[in-house]
């Protein structure tokens, strides 16, 4: 596990391949159901995946655009082993770099301090600390 991963937006998917990576992380909401996740794949604007030198994958992040004024990030997933190596990073500046040009760059999150650390060293701010600019995050 030396070498770098290869970094690549796709529109191609082997969901097999993309099940085994949300198993990796226990993100059973979408392992259960396989269809959905497909679906969310296939409808989302932009994938970019992460791959070792020999083709397996080991991350993925996926979001939606309107290519103008926001680019949500639904998705960053990195297989535990190959986590703290930056792979994530890598695969969010790639999101962030093909969307640099839109307005507004969101996400949610879980509540844990690992993940804030994560978003905001990548320039990502928590509403719940903007006091200097009229931000809400409102969720249903």
């Known amino acids: 596990m030396t070498s770098s991963p290869v970094i690549r937006a796709t529109t191609k998917h082997d969901m097999q391949e993309v099940i085994d990576l949300y198993r990796s992380i226990e993100w059973v909401a979408y392992t259960n159901d396989p269809q959905a996740l497909a679906k969310a794949i296939g409808n989302s604007t932009y994938v970019v995946e992460a791959r070792t030198p020999q083709g397996d994958l080991i991350g993925l992040a996926r979001g ?33 770099d093909r969307f640099d040009h839109v307005r507004q760059k969101v996400l949610l999150t879980d509540d844990q301090p690992a993940q804030h650390r994560f978003y905001e060293s990548m320039g990502y701010r928590d509403t719940q600390k903007i006091d200097d600019v009229g931000v809400h995050a409102f969720v249903r």
Request: proline letters at 3%; a positive charge.
């Open 64 to 96: 939606m655009s309107d290519d103008s004024s926001i680019f949500y990030l639904q998705d960053i997933l990195v297989r535990p082993e190959w986590q703290r190596r930056g792979v994530g990073r890598a695969l969010l500046r790639n999101c962030l």
